[in-house]
Nanobody
Framework: QVQLRETGGGLVPTGDPLTISCSGYERGFCYLYIGWFPQPSGKERECVAA???????FYTISVKGRITDSRENSKNMAYLQVTSLKHEVTGLYYC??????????????WGRGTQVTVSS
């Protein structure tokens, strides 16, 4: 059952910033981590960032310095901010709730994804 929803995708010029929001019902946000899973066109999705219920943040080396994730537990909201978008990041962006930081199999509540298309 989908309990999360991503918003904020769309057509974005190369080099521009982007913020994607993740909203959900209280049940969907009761897990320890909210993870972000981009799926570039033609590739598998993978977790590049996660934010813990206490605000602790985790980033993979590939995105460190270029993205920021955060959450507002009282509003059941999480956010992914991307600076200086590159063309290779075109694809679907998913948020998910679980307890495994970077481990996809540990995420149990997912959104349907939002499409981000970076234009040249």
């Amino acid at each position: 059952q989908v309990q999360l929803r991503e918003t904020g995708g769309g057509l974005v010029p190369t080099g521009d910033p982007l913020t994607i929001s993740c909203s959900g019902y209280e049940r969907g946000f009761c897990y320890l981590y909210i993870g972000w899973f981009p799926q570039p066109s033609g590739k598998e999705r993978e977790c590049v960032a996660a934010v813990g219920s206490n605000g602790g943040v985790f980033y993979t080396i590939s995105v460190k310095g270029r993205i920021t994730d955060s959450r507002e537990n009282s509003k059941n909201m999480a956010y992914l901010q991307v600076t200086s978008l590159k063309h290779e990041v075109t694809g679907l962006y998913y948020c998910a709730a679980g307890d495994g930081i970077y481990l996809e199999e540990r995420y149990v509540s997912w959104g349907r994804g939002t499409q981000v298309t970076v234009s040249s």
